[in-house]
């Protein structure tokens, strides 16, 4: 909210009634399916004023409240330091004595952070590495708390992504005021699209903006963080002489069992070229999918639902290091309705000119109406022609023949019987020679598929070709 802050515990028994209103309109509605928020989290809190008992009330914008106010007792951890484990799909916390002393409404930063009464930080006594909000697939380096890169400083940061023209952070506390009129303090630039703020005041929330567009209000989760206005996610700032410009998966927010993920990720380095390691880690257990190489890509499919962690890292020249993470839930689309694609093969690569290429699709999903699934299959050349005939079939596979060299694409269309549609294109070169990946790409061509011999040109006929 521009120019003014939210006072929520002032009207919270207001913000109950709607809540309680909402859903009480939605229980005549269709069934509606929300990505989990904070379900299985520990959160911790610090009883410095000696509250008796101790009470964890928590809730979210979607689903509302998990128990009427003042919610349920913490358990108490040790050393005056309590635990709430959240139950569901809640991302918003109060923690409360049940009689008058609270918290303000606090936004939960992720699995292993404590609240110390005015700040968020990660707790090291949790069992296990905290991670961030799985509200989207999070990204960003949780593997080390406690380091403090900036001794001098109390500083925030922001990394740009989202191409801000400006950058200011606006902050205060209920109570104790603002570091500045709106729109706040401006950032100060300190080189590959990051900024920084130093933060002077006891303020436990933020907005960053650019004057116009702008953030929710934020709790401040402490000193040394960094948001991404781009994915819209706090991770832990760790200074490296490598730089990492990017990393993402290309999934949406929900990722289904046995379903092709492709981690990608690009960093510079003053020290030299930057080599690449990709691996995903599921509790105590850690799978490299690729090990350090000069290829910024990996492909994990999952085979099992539950919680993971995307782990990207990074080695120069001089042996620097960084590292990145993202957050990915993995669910089972045994009776999803929507369509689901899961993979394509060839994905996006080099296929051979005048061969015949095989366009094979595994889906998902689909699980309405007669529980059908309907594909279609568009190429179009590098102009944006469409080269060929488009139709639905009940065929998960479609086969072409490039017959000039050059880009081109297809893009696949998966229905489901009650017309739900899902899209996803994918980007080919026909070359004359396809050149092998010596570096363990994912993407690889048979070099002779026919398995005839003398079929050099492997259109499986053998001919003078």
């Known amino acids: 909210m521009k120019n003014k802050k939210h006072f929520k515990s002032v009207i919270c028994l207001l913000l109950t009634v709607l809540m309680l209103f909402s859903v009480a309109l939605a229980a005549g509605a269709a069934d509606t399916v929300f990505a989990q928020v904070g379900a299985g989290e520990t959160v911790y809190f610090r009883n410095s004023n000696n509250w008796s008992p101790v009470k964890a009330y ?19 951890f040790k050393d005056n330091v309590y635990k709430y484990v959240i139950p569901g799909d809640y991302n918003k916390i109060i923690f409360t004595n049940g009689n008058g002393a609270q918290t303000a409404d606090l936004t939960v930063p992720g699995d292993g952070y404590i609240y110390d009464g005015s ?58 005021g603002e570091n500045a009129a709106w729109p706040g303090k401006a950032m100060e630039s300190i080189g590959s699209n990051i900024y920084r703020y130093n933060v002077t005041g006891n303020f436990n929330m933020i907005i960053f903006n650019d ?69 995903v880690s599921n509790g105590s257990s850690t799978t490299v999918l690729r090990d350090y190489s000069s290829v910024s890509t990996a492909t994990w499919v999952p085979t099992a639902a539950g919680s993971y962690t995307l782990i990207f890292e990074y080695k120069d020249a001089k042996g620097e290091t960084n590292k990145k993470s993202i957050a990915a839930t993995v669910v089972d689309d045994a009776g999803v309705a929507e369509p689901i694609i ?124």
């Open 211 to 279: 004057g116009g567009t702008q953030t929710d209000d934020m709790q401040f989760p402490g000193a040394n963080y960094l948001y991404d206005n781009k994915t819209g996610q706090w991770e832990q700032y760790i200074p490296s002489d490598i730089s990492v410009l990017d990393y993402k998966i290309d999934a949406d927010s929900t990722i289904y069992k046995n379903m092709e993920v492709v981690l990608s990720t690009k960093a510079t380095s003053a020290n030299g070229a930057v080599s690449y390691k990709f691996s």
């Open 342 to 465: 899961k993979k394509v093969t060839p994905g996006s690569s080099q296929v051979k000119v005048n061969t015949n290429m095989n366009i094979a699709v595994t889906a998902g999903g689909g699980k309405t109406g007669t529980n059908l699934l309907f594909y279609k299959y568009t190429i179009k050349d590098a102009t944006g022609k469409v080269v060929n005939v488009p139709y639905y079939t009940k065929n998960a596979s479609y086969t072409y023949k490039p017959s000039a060299l050059g880009k081109f694409t297809v893009t696949v269309s998966v229905q489901n019987s009650d017309n739900a549609l899902i899209e996803r294109t994918y980007s080919y070169e026909a070359v004359n020679n396809v050149q092998e990946s010596t570096e363990g790409s994912t993407n690889t061509t048979n070099p002779n598929p026919s398995g005839l011999l003398g079929d050099a040109d492997n259109d499986s006929v053998l001919s003078v070709m």
């Open 119 to 176: 700040n968020w930080s990660a707790y090291p006594e949790h069992g296990g590495t905290p991670t961030q909000p799985s509200t989207q697939p999070s990204s960003g380096n949780n593997n080390n708390p406690t380091v403090n890169p900036n001794p001098d400083g109390n500083y925030v940061y922001l990394r740009n992504a989202a191409g801000w023209g400006k950058v200011n952070a606006y902050m205060w506390k209920d109570g104790a």
């Open 58 to 76: 928590v809730w979210s914008d979607s689903n509302g409240e998990y128990k009427p106010w003042s919610g349920e007792e913490m358990t108490l």
